[in-house]
């Protein structure tokens, strides 16, 4: 089964081709995969492990139990048939009838771990023919199809089919995780434009929300994000582990360094990209917000982020601040808040309701969370099975303790205490596509701490060693919905252009 091999190393300079044969055995391709520095060589290790292993095999024939691969070759075999014909109107027809984000469940997660990269080749062809037949449509002359009826068509579409959305939890300064994530779906170009954020989370998006993406090359680089002070261990911290927490006259340098001064319908405007960081009320009659262009437009980023940094009992509640119609700074609403972790992490259902998303793909380190965190690349593994049933037991003794609290404590530290609780537990930390660190367990002091250059750098690379087999997972199940958001970008310009 054995075939020649035009693949380069992840160690080396010398390509995978180039050496001899016994040294392309899965133990070898394995230990690339395990020390690729960058994308490329990752997946050239990947597929040639696919090869080896018979996998190949698997993704080039169609039948598989896991999915109804006879809808899907009868609709790639229709598409392209209508396309070969050049009979417009029968494209329209096929593509009216549905354009479905799960046709026959193609995006079945375990679809994607039978292979080290990627999955049936038949899934490839059903999103490749939607997306050049949508393509194709847009081309069409106005004597064959007018601009309203192509603009009707397109939105109807894409609000069927949804969109995705990336979703980056509180963490601390793991953040750097985030960071590894951001850059790897960048460098590939799939970074989903709706993304949300809270605590570091709400960081890494107010990084992605206000640089355009040619600001974006070689951003993450320990030496340009280090969040804090600089800081390299002395001898006590070498020798004990023991670190000092940041400072938190360090913070504001920090947002001012990495967040440009904009608003979040500047952001919009610059970008493109549409950002939401959460924030959770002080008071107790108030509501959570879900920060963004649509719900608070003029609010300004950096001041968002700070709220939803602020950590209780080590931060002062932050007041927003907003810039109103002659530029001026003044104070937006007279509530304070604090950190969005304790209301909306994961704000899937706020996200649905704005943007009309129905996929989500989850950056998780929050550390709280990640021993109950549903992996689909582990999702038989580990501490998932006692971790959900812990979460089951904590959140009905809560319910147990509501009636007392409310009536006898409502204002103490308990009250409180037990009101974070419930918002921590009530929500629903699943996505998906889920990326979550290797490592399950952290300790809580090192979530203040600073992090040395390498230690940042390899933070980096581990986020971005995660994401590397999710990637074509990520590519294909977001494809149809890019290819619609391309289109219709296009289309709206193009109106713009012709009324100026």
């Not at 890494?204 to 340009?224: K, M, P, Q, W, Y």
């Not at 593994?381 to 303790?401: M, N, T």
């Given at each position: 089964?054995?075939?020649?091999?035009?693949?380069?190393?992840?160690?080396?300079?010398?390509?995978?081709?180039?050496?001899?044969?016994?040294?392309?055995?899965?133990?070898?391709?394995r230990?690339?995969?395990?020390?690729?520095?960058?994308?490329?060589?990752?997946?050239?290790?990947?597929k040639?492990?696919?090869?080896?292993?018979?996998?190949?095999?698997?993704?080039?024939?169609?039948?598989?139990?896991?999915?109804?691969?006879r809808?899907?070759?009868?609709?790639?075999?229709?598409?392209?048939?209508?396309?070969?014909?050049?009979?417009?109107?029968?494209?329209?027809?096929?593509?009216?009838?549905?354009?479905?984000?799960?046709?026959?469940?193609?995006?079945?997660?375990?679809?994607?771990?039978?292979?080290?990269?990627?999955?049936?080749?038949?899934?490839?062809?059903?999103?490749?023919?939607v997306?050049?037949?949508?393509?194709?449509?847009?081309?069409?002359?106005?004597?064959?199809?007018?601009?309203?009826?192509?603009?009707?068509?397109?939105?109807?579409?894409?609000?069927c089919?949804?969109r995705?959305?990336?979703?980056?939890?509180?963490?601390?300064?793991?953040?750097?995780?985030?960071?590894?994530?951001?850059?790897?779906?960048l460098?590939?170009?799939?970074?989903?434009?709706?993304?949300?954020?809270s605590?570091?989370?709400?960081i890494?998006?107010?990084?992605?929300?206000?640089?355009?993406?040619?600001?974006?090359?070689?951003?993450?680089?320990?030496?340009?994000?280090?969040?804090?002070?600089?800081?390299t261990?002395?001898?006590?911290e070498?020798?004990?582990?023991?670190?000092?927490m940041?400072?938190?006259?360090?913070?504001?340098?920090?947002?001012?360094?990495?967040?440009?001064?904009?608003t979040?319908?500047?952001?919009?405007?610059?970008?493109?990209?549409?950002?939401?960081?959460?924030?959770?009320?002080?008071?107790?009659?108030?509501?959570?917000?879900?920060?963004?262009?649509?719900?608070?437009?003029?609010?300004?980023?950096?001041?968002?982020?700070?709220?939803?940094?602020?950590?209780?009992?080590?931060?002062e509640?932050?007041?927003?601040?907003?810039?109103?119609?002659?530029?001026?700074?003044?104070?937006?609403l007279?509530?304070?808040?604090?950190?969005?972790?304790?209301?909306?992490?994961?704000?899937?259902?706020?996200l649905?309701r704005?943007?009309?998303?129905?996929?989500?793909?989850?950056?998780?380190?929050?550390?709280?969370?990640?021993?109950?965190?549903?992996?689909?690349?582990?999702?038989?593994?580990?501490?998932?099975?006692?971790?959900?049933?812990?979460?089951?037991?904590?959140?009905?003794?809560?319910?147990?303790?509501?009636?007392?609290l409310?009536?006898?404590?409502?204002?103490?530290?308990l009250?409180?205490?037990?009101?974070?609780?419930h918002?921590?537990?009530?929500?629903?930390?699943?996505?998906?596509?889920?990326?979550?660190p290797?490592?399950?367990?952290?300790?809580?002091?090192?979530?203040?701490?600073?992090?040395?250059?390498?230690?940042i750098?390899?933070?980096?690379?581990?986020?971005?060693?995660?994401?590397?087999p999710?990637?074509?997972?990520?590519?294909?199940?977001?494809?149809?919905?890019?290819?619609?958001?391309?289109?219709?970008?296009?289309?709206?310009?193009?109106?713009?252009d012709?009324?100026?």
């Amino acid at each position: 089964m054995n075939q020649p091999l035009n693949l380069a190393p992840a160690a080396t300079d010398h390509p995978l081709e180039a050496l001899p044969e016994t040294a392309l055995n899965p133990r070898t391709l394995r230990q690339r995969l395990r020390e690729a520095t960058d994308y490329d060589s990752w997946a050239e290790a990947a597929k040639a492990l696919d090869r080896l292993s018979g996998r190949e095999v698997w993704k080039q024939r169609d039948i598989s139990a896991l999915y109804d691969y006879r809808t899907l070759r009868d609709r790639v075999d229709h598409l392209r048939a209508v396309r070969a014909a050049n009979d417009h109107h029968g494209l329209v027809f096929a593509i009216e009838e549905g354009v479905h984000g799960n046709l026959g469940g193609m995006g079945k997660p375990l679809l994607y771990n039978k292979a080290r990269f990627g999955t049936k080749q038949l899934i490839r062809d059903y999103v490749d023919s939607v997306s050049d037949a949508l393509r194709h449509i847009e081309t069409l002359s106005e004597s064959e199809m007018s601009l309203a009826a192509k603009l009707d068509l397109f939105r109807r579409a894409s609000h069927c089919y949804g969109r995705s959305a990336l979703m980056f939890s509180a963490g601390g300064t793991l953040m750097y995780f985030h960071f590894g994530v951001a850059k790897a779906l960048l460098e590939q170009g799939i970074l989903p434009r709706v993304l949300s954020g809270s605590s570091a989370g709400a960081i890494t998006v107010s990084i992605l929300g206000t640089h355009t993406d040619a600001e974006l090359e070689g951003f993450f680089d320990a030496r340009n994000v280090r969040f804090g002070e600089e800081w390299t261990p002395n001898w006590f911290e070498r020798s004990t582990g023991i670190r000092r927490m940041f400072r938190a006259s360090s913070f504001e340098p920090t947002f001012d360094r990495l967040i440009p001064d904009l608003t979040f319908r500047e952001a919009f405007e610059l970008t493109g990209r549409h950002i939401s960081i959460s924030v959770s009320p002080c008071e107790r009659h108030h509501s959570p917000r879900l920060l963004n262009a649509m719900t608070s437009p003029h609010v300004l980023i950096r001041s968002a982020v700070r709220a939803s940094c602020a950590i209780p009992g080590l931060f002062e509640p932050v007041q927003l601040m907003a810039r109103d119609a002659q530029g001026k700074t003044v104070p937006y609403l007279r509530s304070r808040w604090i950190d969005g972790l304790f209301a909306a992490d994961l704000p899937a259902k706020q996200l649905a309701r704005l943007y009309g998303t129905n996929h989500y793909i989850v950056s998780m380190i929050n550390p709280m969370m990640l021993p109950t965190f549903r992996d689909h690349k582990l999702q038989s593994a580990g501490l998932q099975p006692l971790g959900k049933a812990a979460k089951a037991v904590a959140r009905s003794a809560l319910k147990s303790a509501d009636v007392y609290l409310g009536k006898y404590l409502p204002a103490s530290s308990l009250g409180v205490v037990n009101k974070v609780a419930h918002d921590l537990l009530s929500q629903d930390y699943v996505g998906d596509i889920s990326i979550a660190p290797k490592r399950r367990l952290f300790s809580p002091l090192r979530l203040l701490s600073p992090f040395s250059y390498e230690e940042i750098d390899a933070l980096v690379l581990a986020g971005e060693r995660q994401v590397w087999p999710r990637i074509e997972m990520i590519r294909i199940c977001t494809q149809i919905s890019r290819t619609l958001e391309e289109i219709l970008g296009r289309l709206d310009r193009g109106i713009v252009d012709a009324m100026e």
